[in-house]
């Protein structure tokens, strides 16, 4: 079982875009996929027509109080689950924070599913905190969208960094464009420029596109009501390096 | 995703069209739909289960199905939950689909067959009921237009054991995570008219509709203590005919191994009662008919001896010290070739005319003497043969010291295979938990003689291949010195035998013993 997270400290970039996305390509190859909506907005779970809701809250999750297996819900795609958001996770710090280890305890709450699934992605809520510490430990692969600018390039700079400094296991670093306005020169510059320059960019990247936005309406990824569309291209060439970094076997 | 474990099987009137949608919509206080797109799909199916119904009497259900060009081996609970799946090609890869009956071996190895292992053992597979199902599909959505559940509408025409249409059956299955849902619309389909809950799951209603059942009982005979006991032998007996007429079939197609064996103990037990309670039996019938079934008896024996070495070879050859298993390759494939020949010989054998006018001649026999025969009741009559067997038995073993050649513990065993017959025999008119109490020393005695005999005979036996072995001129040194381990690991775990019989013998000569025996018979009215 990998672990992928969608991971900014920033909102409205797209991780949740391309973890619903990247979970139903994942899905459609034949692995067997978790998502787990953790931010307490619950879009991801407002994308697959699931309530926002966990029996316990988050509380009975990280204490470890009812095993997460209960609380995974069925999306209406074959091969693909969501464990759904929760408004309690507004606090998921607080109750880390009263958790042995923190850092390494999403790792050990997913360790039960090993057998269940082939690939767990973590939507993550913006901000720096404790979850976003458990999540760098638990993680294979962080996939990071940057909006294109130079001030975004820094902040992956940082978080390379702080990942470089953690003993053991050490998540691997992907960034993508996400949102490239090609009204924009400075967007097209740096998207055009930077990835053949770093070995941690992706060579795929997402426009800004109507399409995705439309996603709230059809309450569905946009690989699955639009699959021609140039958006879909653009998420599945990203699922396929994110897959390749992952190193994931053939879907059994 | 669909979660087998929350599956909700309703049945249906047969010939009934029962109206879902506005169930689904109308239904107490259901907010569901149903999604306007519904898929049809056909699906051969075909149940698999050996001849003595293991799979069904352990719980389980094997079912290949083939729906749009894919053939799969599903293992069910009976409660319908999926325990395991998998590809229904040859062991060998060709992807060709398996021929029923069949063993295990041309599975491919997998979770799969290693449930199934254990409980089917050496039987083979066959088919027990075929299908098709015609299965219509439509998503069950909540408000949101999530999909909670999946409703199938079966279909099922039977085309084995006869043709016959099933009724209708629905199956609600929940998406994960919504089984609530989807079992509160289970209940409200449940209280359509002509619909209830499912009785069992699809096998039972092939064959209910087939009109048959599931794993008959065969061969359960209830004797009671007032029956005239020339009577209550022709019961006994004629159960005995079934069950050798019941496998002649997979026999004579060498379907699997049990079949010879099963067979071969309704002659033994035949024989026994003919020799040991014949006499209740008017005029001189027994007399005439036991060399028949002597003769039956003997036909089957070179085959059956075979198969017991076939069987036992691997953990035979997973003794071996010195040798490998390898050199033992030709010894087998002499084995196999011998066995060709007497499994011949022994179809023949079964399909001849003396054979087809023993069973028949027999059963007519049998038939004439349940309307009149002697008037002396069974339970006595059960009594008085046991008490003498119970004597025998004694005798044979008191006889027996260290000093004594293998053909006295060989008598011994004779003779209580006899008192076990007699009180299996005549077992129905005694308490179940009464008689087990009674007969333990005996069997604990009867397993320790039987693997002295057992040892003893297949070393003089490999001595005999050998011999055979070298005149054919097919055996190489390392073969024969790898038989000859063989041969000193039985000789080895017959000394163990025999250094035991004396201990069981005593526990089953006791006090205790002997008075359990005595008052089980007497017990009765
Ligand atoms: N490439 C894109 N083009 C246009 N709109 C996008 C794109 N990616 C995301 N969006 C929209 O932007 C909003 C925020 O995206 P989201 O994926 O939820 O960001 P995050 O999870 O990082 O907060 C959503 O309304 C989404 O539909
Ligand atoms: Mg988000």
Same mark, same amino acid.
């Given at each position: 079982m990998k672990i992928l997270a969608t991971y900014n400290i920033k909102g409205g970039v797209g991780k949740t875009a391309t973890a619903v996305n990247l979970g139903f390509l994942a899905a459609r190859d034949g692995y067997r996929v978790l998502l787990w909506d953790l931010d307490p907005q619950g879009a991801a779970s407002f994308l697959f027509r699931i309530k926002p809701r966990v029996k316990g809250g988050g509380q009975a999750l990280i204490h470890g109080k009812r095993p997460v297996d209960v609380a995974i819900k069925g999306t209406d795609f074959e091969n693909l689950d969501l464990l759904p958001a929760d408004f309690t996770y507004r606090n998921l710090d607080l109750m880390l924070d009263e958790a042995k280890r923190p850092d390494r305890r999403l790792a050990s709450l997913l360790a039960p599913l090993k057998r269940d699934y082939d690939l767990v992605i973590l939507d993550c809520p913006p901000s720096i905190s404790l979850l976003s510490e458990s999540v760098l430990h638990a993680a294979d692969l962080?996939?990071?969208?940057?909006?294109p600018t130079t001030l975004s390039v820094r902040t992956l700079d940082q978080l390379t960094e702080f990942v470089a400094g953690f003993n053991g296991h050490r998540p691997k670093v992907l960034a993508f464009f996400s949102m490239i306005d090609r009204r924009k020169r400075l967007h097209t510059q740096i998207a055009q420029d930077l990835p053949a320059q770093r070995p941690d960019f992706a060579t795929a990247a997402i426009p800004a596109l109507s399409v995705i936005e439309q996603m709230s309406v059809h309450r569905a990824p946009v690989t699955v009501f639009s699959p021609r569309s140039l958006a879909s291209k653009q998420y599945a060439s990203l699922w396929q390096e994110a897959r390749e970094r992952l190193k994931l076997p053939q879907p059994s | 995703m669909r979660s087998g474990s929350s599956e909700f099987l309703l049945d249906c009137d047969p010939g009934a069209t029962p109206d879902v949608a506005s169930a689904v919509s109308n239904g107490s206080g259901c907010t569901f739909s149903l999604s306007g797109d519904a898929t049809v799909r056909r699906v051969r199916r075909t149940w698999l289960d050996?001849?003595?119904?293991?799979?069904? #009497? !352990?719980?389980? *259900?094997?079912?290949?199905?083939?729906?749009?060009? @894919?053939?799969?081996?599903?293992?069910? =609970? $009976?409660? %319908?939950?999926?325990?395991?799946?998998?590809?229904?090609?040859?062991?060998?890869?060709?992807?060709?689909?398996?021929?029923?009956?069949?063993?295990?071996?041309?599975?491919?190895?997998?979770?799969?067959?290693?449930?199934?292992?254990?409980?089917?053992?050496?039987?083979?597979?066959?088919?027990?009921?075929?299908?098709?199902?015609?299965?219509?599909?439509?998503?069950?959505?909540?408000?949101?237009?999530?999909?909670?559940?999946?409703?199938?509408?079966?279909?099922?025409?039977?085309?084995?054991?006869? #043709? !016959?249409?099933? *009724?209708?059956?629905?199956?609600?299955?929940?998406? @994960?995570?919504?089984?609530?849902?989807? =079992? $509160?619309? %289970?209940?409200?389909?449940?209280?359509?008219?002509?619909?209830?809950?499912?009785?069992?799951i699809a096998l039972d209603a092939a064959l209910a509709a087939a009109g048959t059942e599931p794993a008959p009982r065969t061969g359960d005979i209830q004797l009671t203590a007032g029956m005239p006991s020339a009577a209550a032998m022709a019961v006994i007996l004629t159960a005995l005919l079934d069950a050798i007429e019941a496998n002649v079939h997979g026999t004579v197609r060498d379907i699997d191994t049990e079949f010879l064996h099963d067979l071969r103990v309704a002659v033994r037990r035949t024989r026994s009662a003919l020799k040991l309670a014949g006499g209740a039996l008017p005029g001189d019938l027994a007399a005439r008919y036991r060399p028949e079934f002597k003769w039956l008896g003997d036909l089957t024996t070179p085959t059956r001896d075979l198969d017991v070495y076939l069987l036992g070879f691997d953990q035979m050859t997973s003794g071996l010290v010195a040798a490998t298993g390898q050199d033992l390759t030709p010894f087998r494939q002499y084995l196999e070739r011998t066995r060709t020949t007497a499994h011949r010989e022994?179809?023949?054998?079964?399909?001849?005319?003396?054979?087809?006018?023993?069973?028949?001649?027999?059963?007519?026999?049998?038939?004439?003497?349940?309307?009149?025969?002697?008037?002396?009741?069974?339970?006595?009559?059960?009594?008085?043969?046991?008490?003498?067997?119970?004597?025998?038995?004694?005798?044979?073993?008191?006889?027996?010291?260290?000093?004594?050649?293998?053909?006295?513990l060989h008598d011994l065993r004779k003779r209580c295979k006899e008192l076990r017959y007699l009180l299996e025999m005549f077992g129905s008119l005694y308490d179940a938990g009464q008689r087990w109490q009674a007969v333990r020393e005996l069997k604990a005695l009867q397993d320790c003689l039987g693997a002295f005999q057992d040892a003893e005979v297949q070393r003089s036996e490999i001595h005999a291949f050998a011999d055979r072995m070298l005149a054919e001129r097919s055996a190489p040194a390392a073969t024969l010195l790898a038989m000859g381990e063989i041969a000193a690991d039985l000789a080895r775990r017959q000394r163990q035998a025999r250094i035991e019989v004396d201990g069981r013998f005593a526990a089953f000569a006791g006090q205790a013993g002997q008075s359990r025996l005595t008052a089980l018979t007497e017990a009765g009215p």
């Amino acid at each position: 079982m990998k672990i992928l997270a969608t991971y900014n400290i920033k909102g409205g970039v797209g991780k949740t875009a391309t973890a619903v996305n990247l979970g139903f390509l994942a899905a459609r190859d034949g692995y067997r996929v978790l998502l787990w909506d953790l931010d307490p907005q619950g879009a991801a779970s407002f994308l697959f027509r699931i309530k926002p809701r966990v029996k316990g809250g988050g509380q009975a999750l990280i204490h470890g109080k009812r095993p997460v297996d209960v609380a995974i819900k069925g999306t209406d795609f074959e091969n693909l689950d969501l464990l759904p958001a929760d408004f309690t996770y507004r606090n998921l710090d607080l109750m880390l924070d009263e958790a042995k280890r923190p850092d390494r305890r999403l790792a050990s709450l997913l360790a039960p599913l090993k057998r269940d699934y082939d690939l767990v992605i973590l939507d993550c809520p913006p901000s720096i905190s404790l979850l976003s510490e458990s999540v760098l430990h638990a993680a294979d692969l962080l996939l990071v969208p940057l909006i294109p600018t130079t001030l975004s390039v820094r902040t992956l700079d940082q978080l390379t960094e702080f990942v470089a400094g953690f003993n053991g296991h050490r998540p691997k670093v992907l960034a993508f464009f996400s949102m490239i306005d090609r009204r924009k020169r400075l967007h097209t510059q740096i998207a055009q420029d930077l990835p053949a320059q770093r070995p941690d960019f992706a060579t795929a990247a997402i426009p800004a596109l109507s399409v995705i936005e439309q996603m709230s309406v059809h309450r569905a990824p946009v690989t699955v009501f639009s699959p021609r569309s140039l958006a879909s291209k653009q998420y599945a060439s990203l699922w396929q390096e994110a897959r390749e970094r992952l190193k994931l076997p053939q879907p059994s | 995703m669909r979660s087998g474990s929350s599956e909700f099987l309703l049945d249906c009137d047969p010939g009934a069209t029962p109206d879902v949608a506005s169930a689904v919509s109308n239904g107490s206080g259901c907010t569901f739909s149903l999604s306007g797109d519904a898929t049809v799909r056909r699906v051969r199916r075909t149940w698999l289960d050996t001849f003595d119904w293991r799979l069904y #009497r !352990a719980g389980l *259900a094997l079912e290949q199905v083939t729906a749009s060009g @894919r053939t799969e081996l599903v293992l069910t =609970g $009976r409660d %319908g939950e999926r325990l395991a799946v998998a590809q229904a090609g040859s062991a060998n890869g060709s992807g060709q689909q398996a021929r029923w009956p069949a063993l295990l071996g041309i599975l491919p190895p997998g979770p799969l067959r290693e449930l199934l292992e254990p409980v089917v053992g050496v039987r083979a597979l066959a088919p027990v009921a075929k299908a098709t199902s015609q299965v219509r599909q439509q998503r069950v959505l909540n408000p949101d237009a999530k999909t909670v559940a999946w409703l199938a509408i079966d279909q099922m025409s039977v085309s084995y054991p006869a #043709r !016959a249409h099933a *009724a209708p059956r629905l199956a609600v299955s929940a998406v @994960r995570g919504y089984q609530a849902q989807a =079992g $509160r619309l %289970g209940s409200v389909l449940a209280t359509m008219p002509g619909v209830r809950l499912a009785a069992g799951i699809a096998l039972d209603a092939a064959l209910a509709a087939a009109g048959t059942e599931p794993a008959p009982r065969t061969g359960d005979i209830q004797l009671t203590a007032g029956m005239p006991s020339a009577a209550a032998m022709a019961v006994i007996l004629t159960a005995l005919l079934d069950a050798i007429e019941a496998n002649v079939h997979g026999t004579v197609r060498d379907i699997d191994t049990e079949f010879l064996h099963d067979l071969r103990v309704a002659v033994r037990r035949t024989r026994s009662a003919l020799k040991l309670a014949g006499g209740a039996l008017p005029g001189d019938l027994a007399a005439r008919y036991r060399p028949e079934f002597k003769w039956l008896g003997d036909l089957t024996t070179p085959t059956r001896d075979l198969d017991v070495y076939l069987l036992g070879f691997d953990q035979m050859t997973s003794g071996l010290v010195a040798a490998t298993g390898q050199d033992l390759t030709p010894f087998r494939q002499y084995l196999e070739r011998t066995r060709t020949t007497a499994h011949r010989e022994l179809a023949r054998g079964l399909r001849s005319a003396r054979f087809a006018r023993l069973t028949s001649q027999w059963r007519a026999e049998l038939a004439s003497v349940r309307a009149s025969g002697k008037r002396l009741a069974v339970a006595k009559f059960a009594a008085e043969r046991i008490a003498v067997a119970q004597g025998h038995a004694l005798r044979a073993g008191r006889r027996i010291t260290a000093a004594s050649p293998p053909s006295d513990l060989h008598d011994l065993r004779k003779r209580c295979k006899e008192l076990r017959y007699l009180l299996e025999m005549f077992g129905s008119l005694y308490d179940a938990g009464q008689r087990w109490q009674a007969v333990r020393e005996l069997k604990a005695l009867q397993d320790c003689l039987g693997a002295f005999q057992d040892a003893e005979v297949q070393r003089s036996e490999i001595h005999a291949f050998a011999d055979r072995m070298l005149a054919e001129r097919s055996a190489p040194a390392a073969t024969l010195l790898a038989m000859g381990e063989i041969a000193a690991d039985l000789a080895r775990r017959q000394r163990q035998a025999r250094i035991e019989v004396d201990g069981r013998f005593a526990a089953f000569a006791g006090q205790a013993g002997q008075s359990r025996l005595t008052a089980l018979t007497e017990a009765g009215p």
